[in-house]
């Protein structure tokens, strides 16, 4: 089970920390990915970690704004979301995989959470 947490109304050019708290899986040996879905878009990958989180993926719309981290002691991927643009609105949803970080792939998916950023 997978449960995000933390969206919210902001504006533009704030911040926002995402997290991603898992239960009932071996959450240490999973990859981690945060996916969004703008109103009227499709769902994409946005940001990838590693188990060990060493290696990280970030799409070109995110890169150098938005940040995965996580706790493996905690169970718990957090994405930390700075300057803020209205684009970013959307349903922000985490996933477990063992595959790829950049694929949509996913064994494990959590329920999503609202992100609005107003200009």
């Known amino acids: 089970l997978l449960q995000a947490f933390g969206g919210g109304l902001v504006q533009a050019g704030g911040s926002l920390r995402l997290s991603c708290a898992a239960s009932?899986?071996?959450?240490?040996?999973?990859?981690m990915k945060w996916f969004r879905q703008p109103p009227g878009k499709e769902r994409d990958v946005i940001a990838g970690?590693?188990?060990?989180?060493?290696?990280?993926y970030y799409a070109d719309s995110v890169k150098g704004r938005f940040t995965i981290s996580r706790d493996n002691g905690k169970n718990t991927v957090y994405l930390q979301m700075n300057s803020l643009k209205p684009e970013d609105t959307a349903v922000y949803y985490c996933?477990?995989?063992?595959?790829?970080?950049?694929?949509?792939?996913?064994?494990?998916w959590g329920q999503g959470t609202q992100v609005t950023v107003s200009s």
């Open positions: 970690i590693s188990w060990s989180g060493y290696t990280t």
């Open positions: 009932g899986l071996i959450f240490s040996s999973y990859s």
């Open positions: 996933a477990a995989t063992r595959g790829q970080l950049r694929t949509k792939g996913y064994e494990y």
